[in-house]
């Protein structure tokens, strides 16, 4: 898999704000020890991290390595996705509520459910944490999810 182009700082900004964001809301660090390069540190973590914005069918703006590998995408494909199309059809209410719930609460760290990557093959996500992406006044700008669990489907 290859890296993704050099992050603009609009990217390199919302990226970081994933990172501040989590921190803000579970009182911990995403990546304990990540150092200053939030870009870098996100991109080789050992877990998948996904971020999406606030459009009325939001598009994912950001998928590390681990992601894209998942999802079978390269960065470019990945940031063009709407996120409810990495659900299959028939979970994407069980998924609106998911999000419905990380709007009213801020995060959850107890998700699971079914994943599709771009070839069609299906897998369970398990213990995901999914948050509300906010700036230091409290403006959501999207969502984020990250997880370390997740097996292949039939």
Do not use: K
């Not at 999914?130 to 990250?146: K, P």
């Amino acid at each position: 898999m290859t890296p993704p182009p050099e992050p603009t700082a609009e990217l390199r900004r919302r990226v970081e704000r994933v990172a501040a964001s989590f921190r803000r809301l579970l009182g911990r660090p995403l990546l304990p020890g990540a150092g200053a390069d939030t870009w870098s540190a996100l991109w080789h973590a050992p877990a998948v991290i996904v971020a999406h914005g606030t459009e009325g069918d939001p598009v994912f703006f950001y998928g590390n390595r681990l992601a894209l590998e998942l999802f079978e995408m390269d960065f470019a494909a990945f940031t063009r996705l709407p996120s409810r199309c990495s659900a299959e059809p028939m979970a994407r209410a069980e998924r609106e509520r998911l999000l419905q719930r990380v709007s009213r609460d801020g995060y959850i760290d107890d998700y699971a459910g079914v994943r599709i990557s771009a070839s069609g093959r299906r897998f369970r996500i398990e213990q995901a944490v999914v948050w509300n992406l906010l700036d230091a006044d409290g403006t959501q700008h999207g969502q984020a999810a990250t997880f370390g669990r997740w097996m292949p489907l039939g």
